[in-house]
């Protein structure tokens, strides 16, 4: 078997290879192979490990024999064919050796190996596929940056693929990006830098299934490579019950551009964590460090909401999450301590404030509120549809359970998994009836409601034209395959006749 290649080629098809060598955990004693493989249509390098097997194409290869394969250690083919400068490799196995030549140029040989049992990674032909959009790798590569390190539940390292989209959180954020997916269950994808690696290539298609040894695995194949892994095994959080109780916030603000810019410069500044006030203002917003009083910035922010100003206690590193992602707009409550939530942007981002609830800071009280006998020690609530919705609101956001004392309030209480779910009060409660007397109706809070559903609407629409898209060039390209395998069969024909 004799294959001849571009060394650019060679070394193109390895980076993800070694990518993924890299940040795997093998032990000291295993040796990664690299096996060279071909079939009818073109040459592919493919390297297994313990939990994940990456293969790459080599699209110019030539190949002297179909349907054959052999296997080089990995580490002695990177160096030796790291060292020399060349065009066009060579590389041929016979019985004992494998010869590699540069331009015609022996350089070395190496010994054949007997590379990993792959049956742990094959795919049978039952599995949960679905097709993915464009740009799903730099979807799932933004999702991984809200996960957390897995110490202390391993799903939450993930990054969720479902019918309802991607999700990942690590218990006090989370990212939530709704895509056309037809999944008849989830899969929960670990971390790995060959996301990073393959991203500039199309991926074409996601299936998960469960092997003959009861793993959950997973495969994403895209132009020129292949990428299968072990899935994470267990049961995601329920993110909609988070994403539900958070959609009620009164108070929203939107950023100017210069007011985005120069928010970025400031919490730059605290790379770690660091807690601040945040106030609404209707022209602005003001972040205040929680102990150090020369800590302090003013940024341009437009806000129509009634409850002015509105005060909230943060940890500033998930407001440079919120701008890192792309947001600009950002909707909380200030009756509830509710998450913080983005309303408009790719997907929505949400995090929990910290410290006590949050606050509608008035800095002066009324006239009517000045005069008004002062409060008995217990009163009795009355009962009305704001304190029903609010009541409701702080028991779906009773979450709370935290490795950082600061931050009292996290969303894994609310974040539960679907199994440990029991009917309570807080999600099962009869709508309360509105009262126009005591609950008039605000037709600008109607008009944004409504803007955003029409955004959302488009957003969709947007994935379904960007789908349809992607299906029509998935089938220009079979058919250019099938004029390829046509024009291939009538060569054979032509040579079985001159040979005749």
């Known amino acids: 078997m004799k294959i001849t290649v571009l060394k650019s080629t060679v070394e193109s098809a390895l980076t993800p290879i070694l990518k993924m060598v ?10 990664p192979t690299l096996t060279f493989k071909s079939d009818k249509h073109s040459v592919w390098l493919r390297c297994a490990l313990m939990d994940n097997l990456l293969e790459s194409a080599m699209p110019d290869a030539v190949c002297d024999d179909k349907n054959a394969s052999f296997d080089v250690n990995l580490e002695t083919f990177k160096e030796m064919v790291a060292k020399p400068t060349g065009t066009r490799l060579s590389i041929e196995q016979d019985t004992a050796h494998v010869r590699i030549s540069l331009d015609d140029r022996f350089i070395g040989s190496l ?71 037809q999944l008849k269950s989830d899969v929960t994808i670990p971390p790995s830098r060959c996301y990073a690696a393959l991203k500039g290539m199309r991926w074409f298609s996601l299936a998960h299934w469960r092997n003959v040894y009861g793993n959950s695995m997973f495969a994403i194949v895209g132009e020129g490579f292949r990428y299968v892994a072990k899935a ?58 929680e102990y150090d009083v020369t800590r302090k910035g003013t940024f341009g922010a437009v806000s129509r909401s009634v409850n002015l100003p509105c005060k909230v206690s943060l940890n500033i590193r998930f407001l440079r999450q919120f701008l890192k992602m792309g947001f600009m707009s950002m ?10 939530i983005s309303t408009s942007g790719v997907g929505k981002y949400l995090f929990m404030p910290c410290g006590s609830a949050n606050r509608n800071s008035a800095s002066a009280p009324t006239q009517a509120a000045t005069s008004a006998p002062p409060p008995a020690p217990s009163p009795k609530p009355s009962v009305n549809p704001a304190t029903i919705s609010n009541t409701t609101n702080n028991k779906a956001i009773q979450t709370l359970s935290t490795n950082n004392q600061k931050e009292k309030q996290t969303m894994t209480q609310t974040i539960t998994a679907p199994t440990a779910i029991r009917p309570t009060a807080t999600f099962n409660a009869p709508a309360p009836t509105v009262n126009p007397t005591t609950a008039p109706v605000n037709p600008l809070e109607e008009t944004l409601s409504s803007i955003a559903a029409m955004r959302e609407q488009l957003s969709n629409l947007e994935a379904r034209l960007m789908e349809a898209g992607r299906k029509i060039k998935a089938a220009l390209v079979e058919q250019k395959l099938k004029e390829r395998q046509y024009a291939d069969a009538n060569r054979k024909l032509e040579r079985i006749r001159l040979a005749v």
């Open 331 to 340: 909707s909380l409550s200030s009756k509830s301590p509710s998450p913080l």
């Open 22 to 31: 890299s940040c795997s955990k093998v032990p000291i004693d295993f040796h």
């Open 232 to 289: 994470i095994d267990g049961t995601y959080p329920n993110y909609h019950q988070v994403i539900s109780a958070s959609e009620n916030g009164d108070v929203t603000f939107t950023l100017t551009p210069d007011g985005a810019k120069s928010l970025s410069a400031f919490i730059n500044d605290d790379k770690n964590d660091a807690f601040f006030d945040l106030t609404v203002y209707p022209d602005k917003i003001e972040l205040r460090h």
């Open 111 to 181: 010994v054949p190996m007997k590379s990993k049992e792959v049956s742990l990674f094959e795919m049978p032909k039952e599995n949960d596929l679905t097709i993915l959009p464009t740009n799903f790798a730099n979807f799932l590569i933004q999702a991984f940056s809200c996960t957390g390190d897995g110490k202390d539940r391993l799903v939450l390292s993930g990054v969720n693929v479902s019918s309802k989209g991607i999700a990942a959180t690590d218990g006090k954020q989370l990212f939530h990006l709704p895509l056309p997916l």
